[in-house]
């Protein structure tokens, strides 16, 4: 082996280093200039500007303006994933409520990009190209569930897991619509989590 290839590696893990800088750059500037002006209204020029790069630079990096929708929503799954791996529940019903809290957390720590985004992703299609990742992971909870006797056998844990899915888009798409500060979102989630968990995860006489 020789030395030049050696010392070959450092400096291709800085490139890749810039390269994620740069992307970053992109990213944030977007979502800044999303949440300020909504998404509709910003320009690929604009966010290149926000970023100090050329529009090229851009291209290099997103194919489409679409495609910083796409990075938004993995990001969030990201925080999602982070939460609940440190989260203690493990009654599922409770997990479940749990998760319905950190979803709106998530959406709650930037309600003007939440809202500019959200409805971006559904102007865009990407509410029918979904992957199951959301519905996958909440029907997780009532194979749990199913397992430790507190949900009955007939309960399919993948349509569960859909209906979960769709009273969670369905409360934040009906949030999105509202004047700011009109509804409380994590209430809303909470309420209408519970009021579908009444029905295939009934808690016991005792309450627990």
Not at 163 to 177: I, K, P
């Amino acid at each position: 082996m020789t030395s030049s290839n050696i010392t070959a590696g450092p400096p291709q893990g800085r490139r890749e280093r810039n390269k994620q800088r740069v992307r970053d750059s992109i990213y944030y500037a977007a979502i800044e200039l999303f949440a300020d002006q909504g998404y509709d209204q910003t320009t690929v020029d604009e966010i290149a500007e926000r970023a100090d790069v050329a529009r090229g630079t851009f291209f290099n990096h997103f194919q489409k303006k679409e495609d910083l929708i796409t990075e938004w929503g993995a990001k969030r799954r990201d925080v999602l994933r982070e939460g609940l791996a440190a989260a203690t529940e493990t009654d599922p019903r409770r997990a479940l409520l749990e998760c319905m809290g950190l979803l709106a957390d998530i959406s709650l720590r930037d309600p003007a990009l939440t809202r500019a985004l959200t409805t971006a992703w559904v102007k865009a299609g990407y509410l029918l190209q979904e992957e199951p990742y959301l519905s996958d992971m909440l029907g997780d909870f009532v194979v749990e569930a199913r397992r430790r006797g507190q949900v009955p056998d007939t309960v399919d844990p993948r349509l569960a897991g859909l209906l979960l899915r769709d009273v969670y888009f369905g409360t934040v798409f009906r949030w999105v619509q509202r004047p700011e500060g009109e509804c409380d979102l994590a209430a809303d989630l909470h309420t209408a989590c519970e009021t579908v968990l009444d029905g295939i995860m009934p808690l016991a006489p005792d309450g627990s």
